[in-house]
């Protein structure tokens, strides 16, 4: 089956500019695209036959040897441009080309051409430490951090261009943010060096940032923390990033908590523990002790006769709130004995007297050393 006329296929003029060649190709090849013509079997036919017509048309040598010679030109294969070259490289970028057109905006949200370049980068996300004690993870907390970063320039709202100025399409890609070069039957392509992949350039740029539509500047930021947060907790604080580049969305903060050791208390979840030392004769004959609760309160414990180093008393419901739970954690009580330093000699006699007149008192001392003698003798036989 003989060829159609390329100029035909494009339904322009022979003779055509190179713009009214690229135009005409572009109305065929949204109109043609499988795509939008699933119940026409010829339709990739169609459109492959408008790719190539176009593929030869807008190379300069091509399009001199074919209005000379016609589809001659191109047979067996020369040239790239008939039915060997329909499906190379040339191909593959004209028809990466209409698919950005037609498809750019559900592929990444990239305009090109007259539509008004690509779509504006978001703004980086922030991190910022924030060093809290522990009351304030009980009470939760209202706080003002002040944040360095960057902001929208005031000077042209963001923009980039001078007074406000919107930018405009790169000449140098059309808005396409990259270039082609041709050599032999390659196509190469690259980041556009005008606009720098951006697809719009700045004619005037804003004096005050540079064209770049942000300006670095420290922020203050109200900050509300929830009461039972831990420590490594992540609060995110959406748009409050840096300001994105002419008029891009800004990024988010992400504050993250970092909690002070406690001179009292320490953490286990939603459980506290506080170390409580407890006088000798308390522990021995037991009392009452004022114990410290995180809220600012005193709680009057019981301390049991004989209590010994480690033993734990519990509080309930007075530890650590859970975070959005309405419930709370207990406080452990963990005793000390503390033995008495300094003693006058006086003090020594008594505890002299007491000490020979409690041979039978200290049940786990005499057990330990009752296994401490049957290991030597182990030994020793």
């Given at each position: 089956?003989?060829?159609?006329?390329?100029?035909?296929?494009?339904?322009?003029?022979?003779?055509?500019?190179?713009?009214?060649?690229?135009?005409?190709?572009?109305?065929?090849?949204?109109?043609?695209?499988?795509?939008?013509?699933?119940?026409?079997?010829?339709?990739?036919?169609?459109?492959?036959?408008?790719?190539?017509?176009?593929?030869?048309?807008?190379?300069?040598?091509?399009?001199?040897?074919?209005?000379?010679?016609?589809?001659?030109?191109?047979?067996?294969?020369?040239?790239?441009?008939?039915?060997?070259?329909?499906?190379?490289?040339?191909?593959?970028?004209?028809?990466?080309?209409?698919?950005?057109?037609?498809?750019?905006?559900?592929?990444?949200?990239?305009?090109?051409?007259?539509?008004?370049?690509?779509?504006?980068?978001?703004?980086?996300?922030?991190?910022?430490?924030?060093?809290?004690?522990?009351?304030?993870?009980?009470?939760?907390?209202?706080?003002?951090?002040?944040?360095?970063?960057?902001?929208?320039?005031?000077?042209?709202?963001?923009?980039?261009?001078?007074?406000?100025?919107?930018?405009?399409?790169?000449?140098?890609?059309?808005?396409?943010?990259?270039?082609?070069?041709?050599?032999?039957?390659?196509?190469?392509?690259?980041?556009?060096?005008?606009?720098?992949?951006?697809?719009?350039?700045?004619?005037?740029?804003?004096?005050?940032?540079?064209?770049?539509?942000?300006?670095?500047?420290?922020?203050?930021?109200?900050?509300?923390?929830?009461?039972?947060?831990?420590?490594?907790?992540?609060?995110?604080?959406?748009?409050?990033?840096?300001?994105?580049?002419?008029?891009?969305?800004?990024?988010?903060?992400?504050?993250?908590?970092?909690?002070?050791?406690?001179?009292?208390?320490?953490?286990?979840?939603?459980?506290?523990?506080?170390?409580?030392?407890?006088?000798?004769?308390?522990?021995?004959?037991?009392?009452?002790i004022e114990a410290p609760t995180i809220d600012g309160g005193r709680s009057r414990v019981k301390i049991p006769a004989g209590s010994q180093?480690?033993?734990?008393?519990?509080?309930?419901?007075?530890?650590?709130?859970?975070?959005?739970?309405?419930?709370?954690?207990?406080?452990?009580?963990?005793?000390?004995?503390?033995?008495?330093?300094?003693?006058?000699?006086?003090?020594?006699?008594?505890?002299?007297?007491?000490?020979d007149a409690s041979k039978e008192n200290s049940p786990e001392s005499k057990d330990f050393f009752t296994k401490v003698k049957s290991f030597?003798?182990?030994?020793?036989?």
């Open positions: 089956m003989s060829k159609r006329d390329f100029y035909e296929v494009l339904g322009v003029q022979k003779g055509a500019s190179d713009a009214e060649l690229k135009k005409a190709f572009r109305g065929k090849a949204r109109e043609l695209h499988p795509d939008k013509n699933k119940d026409d079997p010829k339709a990739a036919e169609k459109f492959k036959e408008a790719n190539e017509a176009y593929e030869v048309l807008k190379d300069a040598e091509k399009k001199a040897a074919y209005d000379q010679f016609g589809h001659a030109a191109f047979e067996g294969g020369m040239g790239g441009g008939g039915r060997g070259g329909a499906g190379g490289p040339e191909f593959s970028s004209a028809f990466s080309d209409v698919f950005d057109d037609l498809f750019g905006d559900f592929m990444g949200g990239q305009r090109r051409g007259g539509g008004g370049g690509r779509a504006r980068a978001r703004g980086s996300d922030l991190r910022y430490n924030l060093k809290i004690n522990l009351e304030d993870a009980f009470t939760g907390k209202e706080t003002t951090i002040s944040v360095p970063g960057s902001v929208a320039c005031e000077s042209c709202d963001g923009s980039g261009g001078e007074g406000g100025a919107e930018p405009v399409t790169c000449p140098t890609c059309s808005g396409m943010g990259k270039v082609r070069a041709q050599q032999g039957f390659f196509t190469i392509e690259r980041t556009c060096p005008t606009c720098g992949g951006r697809g719009q350039t700045i004619k005037n740029p804003c004096r005050s940032c540079q064209g770049q539509g942000r300006v670095a500047k420290s922020r203050s930021l109200q900050v509300r923390i929830p009461e039972g947060v831990e420590n490594g907790t992540r609060i995110r604080l959406a748009g409050e990033g840096e300001a994105g580049a002419r008029g891009g969305p800004p990024g988010d903060l992400y504050i993250f908590l970092e909690m002070a050791e406690h001179p009292l208390f320490e953490r286990d979840g939603m459980d506290l523990f506080c170390h409580i030392p407890v006088p000798m004769t308390t522990a021995a004959l037991g009392g009452e180093s480690g033993k734990q008393l519990r509080l309930r419901a007075k530890g650590m709130p859970q975070l959005r739970g309405g419930k709370f954690g207990d406080l452990y009580l963990e005793l000390q004995v503390e033995t008495p330093v300094n003693l006058t000699s006086h003090q020594k006699e008594l505890l002299q007297l007491f000490e030597w003798d182990g030994m020793t036989s």
